[in-house]
């Protein structure tokens, strides 16, 4: 297995119930490094640039007023298959469907208000991390 590095949000819905450390706890306990993080509150341009992949989606909108309605905390995870593990960690996308243990299950409020976004392919992960941290900002 390769180290890896991937993408990890922490969502509104999670900053305003003061869950990053949390949060942070479980990812740290499954073997993620967190090698680049930041808080901060994304502008609508910042939310429809990262999320353009689903512009022509229903829910595009409201994903997009949901992610600028309060501070998020991006970072950079990094481990033996980072991308794999921390999308094991969070858990379903429908916290209904998640698994015990798992982020979603513990933290989530909603299937919008799923506390967490993680990058989907090791592809995503290196255009998603660059859209927030310049190489510089990852500190191994």
């Known amino acids: 297995m390769a180290i890896e590095r991937t993408l990890s949000i922490i969502k509104p819905d ?16 499954a073997g993620l490094r967190i090698v680049a993080q930041k808080r ?29 309605s309060g501070p998020v905390v991006v970072q950079v995870l990094e481990g033996e298959s980072a991308v794999a593990k921390n999308r094991e960690v969070m858990g ?8 015990e243990g798992t ?16 990058s989907d392919s090791s ?8 859209f927030f941290f310049a190489e510089e900002e990852i500190v191994g």
Do not use: W
């Not at 119930?17 to 740290?28: D, Q, S």
């Not at 379903?92 to 698994?99: F, G, L, Q, V």
């Not at 982020?103 to 993680?118: D, F, L, P, Q, W």
């Not at 592809?123 to 660059?130: V, Y």
């Open 92 to 99: 379903a996308t429908n916290p209904a469907d998640a698994a």
């Open 103 to 118: 982020i979603r299950k513990e933290c989530a409020e909603s299937i919008e208000a799923n506390s967490v976004h993680g």
């Open 40 to 68: 901060l509150r994304l502008t609508r341009a910042q939310a429809e640039g990262f999320y353009d992949v689903h512009a022509e989606r229903p829910f595009f909108n409201d994903l997009c007023t949901f992610m600028t």
């Open 14 to 29: 999670a900053t305003r119930r003061n869950l990053t450390g949390k949060i942070n706890a479980m990812l740290e306990g």
């Open 123 to 130: 592809e995503n992960a290196a255009k998603e991390i660059a």
